[in-house]
């Protein structure tokens, strides 16, 4: 069943699953432009005279913080000039940064060019977000967003055997030119298919004045603010893991070559959490599935942290994987939803939420990420750690955003 748009005027003009696809990569964009590069890094680590193997790290925070930071300015823009043309533009920023990591010969300036990637896969990351609320609202977005969602998670789930595929064919420079490949056929299929969401009748004044309102009526909104300081927290974790799971698999269980395909095995249950989601949200109502699954993420973090306590070290590297599937399936159970739920009551500056809830989550899950990332001491001590005072933060937020009663649906006041 293809979800219901937010108002006959806003139907869609093109075919749903077209519509849920181009979301898809442009949302995937970042994603994949982070792990792809996670086989490679110890060989660029060597080839740009990196000392700190823990520092190899930065090329994925270099690219997180010059998204978190160019978050805020392209959904205003958005708002004010249309989405396809800042769509555009922040594509034409990451095929111009991808050609000069090309010529990158030192660490500091392909962290600068890997920052300069971020900021140009902000804009569809931002703009994709405004453009299906634009669409659809409630649970018919988390919908949406579950399905975009399973498209989402394929392309990373199997990015980095691609990356490891590229490797053996000629290096890591040809990992950069795939990435401009993409990104430059997803800057087609935009300009070619995707309708623009936001009629120039609809366009917001672009002035201090407005944006401090609109900055404001998002701050304000208890519901927006508060899911945005949860996903901040339970996004972290997974950036950790991200950040740390080369060293894990290939330096702690030495499982050399395998390491694309125990990733994708663990990626796998994000998109059996998302297609369960969006079969699920419209009956069951975004709260109780969301609130459940941060619940169990607690519980199978504390599980698997005091299973390793206990013995010492990590039982097995299937053991290890069995939990960590676990917790993100409750991930991908999560994410949607608390995603619909911060941008519900904000439709008509779907631009502006946008990059708050992308700024503020991307900003503090990077740092959390990092810092969670760059205490990897050869065990999964640290990392299943962060999991579980992170969850637990975002579980305490939750609870005070919705005064401390989880499950219960919501029934608010149509979006404004």
């Known amino acids: ?7 006959s005027a806003n139907a869609l003009s093109l075919p749903f699953a077209e519509f849920v696809a181009i979301i898809a990569m442009l949302m995937a964009l970042t994603a994949v432009a982070v792990d792809i590069m996670l086989p ?32 805020p300015v392209y959904g205003p823009l958005s708002d004010r000039f249309g989405r396809k043309l800042i769509l555009t533009v922040g594509l034409g920023i990451f095929v111009l940064a991808s050609l000069g990591t090309l010529l990158a010969d030192s660490f500091s300036s392909m962290l600068l060019l890997r920052a300069l990637q971020g900021i140009g896969s902000a804009s569809p990351r931002i703009v994709g977000i405004a453009v299906v609320r634009d669409k659809f609202e409630g649970r018919d977005m988390a919908r949406v967003m579950s399905f975009v969602m399973i498209v989402f998670i394929i392309l990373p789930m199997l990015a980095p055997a691609m990356g490891s595929g590229i490797l053996a064919l000629g290096g890591w420079h040809l990992i950069f030119v795939a990435l401009l490949l993409f990104s ?10 995707l309708p623009e969401t936001r009629p120039p009748e609809e366009r ?15 701050i304000s909104n208890r519901e927006t603010f508060g899911y945005t300081i949860a996903i901040a927290f339970i996004f972290g974790p997974l950036l950790a893991y991200i950040n740390s799971a080369q060293q894990i698999f290939v330096e702690s269980f030495e499982i050399g ?4 395909l125990f990733f994708a095995m663990i990626s796998g249950s994000l998109a059996v959490a998302a297609f369960l989601n969006g079969r699920l949200v419209i009956r069951i109502g975004m709260r109780p599935l969301s609130h459940a699954a941060l619940l169990g993420f607690v519980v199978v973090a ?12 990590e039982p097995s590297i299937w053991l290890f994987c069995a939990f960590l599937a676990a917790n993100f399936f409750c991930f991908g159970m999560m994410m949607p939803n608390f995603n619909a739920m911060a941008m519900e009551p904000l439709g008509n500056i779907a631009g502006v939420a946008a990059s708050f809830v992308g700024a503020i989550t991307t900003a503090g899950a ?18 299943l750690s962060g999991f579980l005072v992170l969850g637990t933060l975002a579980l305490i937020t939750v609870l005070i955003t919705e005064r401390g009663r989880l499950f219960k649906p919501h029934h608010a006041a149509p979006a404004e």
């Not at 069943?1 to 108002?7: E, K, L, N, V």
């Not at 430059?184 to 298919?193: D, E, H, K, S």
């Not at 990077?366 to 990392?383: I, K, Q, R, S």
């Open 302 to 313: 504390a599980v698997h942290l005091a299973v390793v306590l206990i013995y010492g070290r």
């Open 40 to 71: 490679a890094l110890p060989m660029i680590a060597d080839d740009l005279a990196v000392a700190d193997p823990n520092d190899r790290q930065l090329m994925i925070t270099a690219y997180m913080l010059g998204f978190a930071a160019a978050m």
């Open 1 to 7: 069943m293809t979800p219901r748009a937010a108002g």
């Open 366 to 383: 990077t740092v959390f990420g990092w810092y969670v990332g760059h205490l990897y001491d050869g065990t999964v001590v640290p990392l």
């Open 257 to 260: 070559e395998l390491f694309p």
């Open 184 to 193: 430059l056929a997803i800057a087609v299929w935009v300009q070619v298919r």
């Open 204 to 218: 917001a004044p672009l002035s201090l004045r407005w944006l401090g309102h609109a900055l404001y009526r998002t």
